[in-house]
């Protein structure tokens, strides 16, 4: 569970780092351009000054930062976890075709492969928050470490930091053992070769992850400007065979973080309907063929409707079809809402239920409600849907500055940490009759809250599910997972975008938990801390089932509200050891 320094998971950078050792030389030889890499008689060159440091995977290396904590090269983690490790490599000269191979994790006869390889790579801030956290990071470069590119080789300038990230996929019927893996990370400085070679361990403990009970919805887009991202900036026909390639890498990336519940932003985006009159038809089958295909490539387990309704001042106006294919919006009050609504609600419960899916659903009606003053709108409107469809479950994100104590009849509350914080006893109290708490992260909550931000130290990325576990709450929400701000190949340059209506521009990294390249995307430490929490949440609830008072002592001493929280990274790797260790015993 917790990661020893482990390469590629997250890093988190120290606020202090006056006491930190400064790099030192490993394991290095370095050739003539002529002899081969790796001659064990060669002679180093300590001229070149190559360094490669182990440091832990939560600390943010900045580019030209000269001093961090050094740590030793092992993780420690529960079967179905991923051990990581991070590899800082620097010279005093420019490195060209820096190259790494990892060798299998092997134990016996056991052998684990790694499951990624990266160079970190590091994206200028565009905003940071207008409302600072007290441990904000704000390197004088505007650099920050992020996303994780799957090179073969790379170029590294002079007196630079590079990152170096491992991962290894950790199997759940693997053999609880100290696994071995021989790394080698390879160059050319002042045209001489150079290797440098580091063993790394990994302790696997008789502790498996168990099935995922935490709710994950970070909201995936899949529009034409997103795919024009992963297709070289040429559009993407909807429900092509390429639609479909590209949704599937997206898909499989968010699934294998722990996405298991999808949202779909609207359904009469999927929904065909044909109007005669005040009757409606409607067809189903695309939006059946986008669930189909999210319960194979997705893990989906929840599916979340999209909202019939949109905020527009004090009231909420409902989307429905007119004859000749056209739409209109308009507020509840209108009879051809009412009509719509009454007709095509039912319509879609029953499509839903007699796929076997009603155990999923889930249904928005307005996304945050209460921010220009929409609650007695929502609540109408709530009450006219429950009263066609009783048995509908409404799940809603209630705006931080809304009432969410008037929204009391909701299925499944969606509240910021800091409306949790505040709100906490009226939340215990709907959980107590039986309805769900998630909570959900975007530009906001800033202060002391935890987020995933790039100015956020790593640690509070992968904290979120703590906090989670500690306040019984149930599920996870960000409302974007690839929103990216400029399209391939061009998305180095961009950190930030302006959002209509006066936005502003969001806080960096808001807006995307992975980068878009040509056919793929790549991770980021952020994405790979948000997946480490999610186990951890698992393994808090297994330890629970076992000790409860020691799942307690675990999560009290890292989390101690909704915005304060133990943030020393080697303390939580201590922890979670300990962790492992009792859930072992």
């Keep these: 569970m917790m990661k020893k320094s482990a390469v590629l998971l997250f890093m988190l950078c120290v606020v202090s780092l006056s006491a930190a050792p400064l790099f030192s030389l490993y394991d290095l030889r370095c050739e003539h351009e002529e002899n081969p890499v790796g001659i064990e008689s060669a002679t180093p060159a300590p001229e070149t000054h190559i360094t490669c440091v182990p440091v832990d995977p939560l600390i943010k290396i900045f580019r030209g930062q000269g001093t961090f904590p050094e740590t030793d090269d092992s993780a420690h983690v529960a079967k179905g976890e991923t051990a990581s490790f991070q590899l800082i490599v620097r010279s005093k000269y420019p490195i060209s075709n820096l190259q790494v191979t990892a060798g299998d994790l092997i134990s016996g006869s056991q052998r ?24 904000v990071l704000k390197p004088a470069s505007g650099l920050f470490p992020d996303y994780l590119q799957e090179f073969e080789y790379i170029e590294v300038p002079a007196a630079t930091n590079q990152p170096v990230w491992i991962n290894y996929d950790i199997p759940h019927n693997a053999v609880p053992a100290t696994y071995h893996a021989e790394v080698s990370i390879s160059g050319k400085v002042q045209n001489k070769n150079f290797s440098i070679t580091r063993q790394l361990s ?93 319960i194979k490539e997705g893990n989906l387990k929840r599916l979340e409707v999209g909202a019939f309704g949109e905020r527009s001042g004090s009231t909420i106006l409902i989307k429905f079809p007119l ?95 800091g409306v949790c914080h505040t709100d906490y006893s009226f939340l215990q109290s709907h959980q107590a009759a039986g309805n769900e708490v998630r909570m959900y992260t975007c530009m906001y909550p800033q202060g002391n809250y935890a987020n995933r931000f790039f100015e956020l130290p790593l640690i509070q990325t992968r904290l979120l599910h703590w906090i989670n576990y500690k306040y019984k709450i149930t599920g996870y929400l960000h409302w974007a997972f690839n929103f990216r701000p400029s399209g391939y190949p061009n998305w180095k340059n961009h950190a930030a975008f302006t959002l209509g209506g006066g936005g502003g521009l969001l806080p960096a990294g808001d807006a995307w938990l992975v980068y878009p390249a040509y056919g793929t995307v790549y991770s980021t430490v952020r994405y790979e801390a948000m997946r480490d929490g999610v186990k951890d949440y698992e393994l808090l609830k297994l330890l629970e089932k076992k000790n409860p008072a020691r799942a307690q002592e675990i999560v009290n001493s890292t989390i101690f509200d909704f915005d304060n929280y133990n943030s020393d990274e080697s303390a939580f790797l201590a922890t979670g050891i300990k962790m492992l260790k009792w859930q072992s015993e």
């Design 323 to 417: 004859e000749g294919g056209t739409w209109e919006q308009q507020p509840l009050s209108d009879a051809r809402v009412q009509n719509f609504l009454s007709l095509f609600a039912p319509a879609l419960y029953n499509h839903i239920k007699s796929k076997g899916w009603e155990g999923m659903y889930l249904q928005h009606l307005a996304d945050e409600p209460g921010k220009g003053g929409q609650t007695t709108a929502y609540k109408q409107l709530a009450q006219f849907v429950k009263s066609r469809v009783p048995q509908l479950k409404i799940i809603e994100a209630i705006d931080p500055w809304g009432d969410i104590q008037a929204m009391n009849m909701l299925d499944v509350y969606v509240a910021q940490p």
């Design 112 to 135: 684990v492969s790694s499951s990624l390889k990266a160079f970190t790579g590091y994206h200028p801030i565009g905003k940071y928050a207008p409302d600072p956290s007290k441990d």
């Design 202 to 294: 990994t302790k696997v403990y008789p502790v498996t992850v168990p099935e995922q009970t935490l709710w994950l919805s970070n909201r995936m887009w899949v529009g034409d400007y997103q795919l024009r991202q992963m297709n070289n900036g040429m559009s993407v026909e909807p429900f092509s065979d390429h639609y479909w390639s590209l949704f599937k890498v997206l898909a499989n990336k968010a699934r294998d973080a722990g996405q298991n519940t999808y949202f779909f932003y609207s359904p009469l985006d999927y929904v065909q309907c044909s109007v005669s009159g005040n009757t409606y038809s409607f067809d189903f089958s695309r939006f059946d063929l986008l669930v189909d295909f999210l």
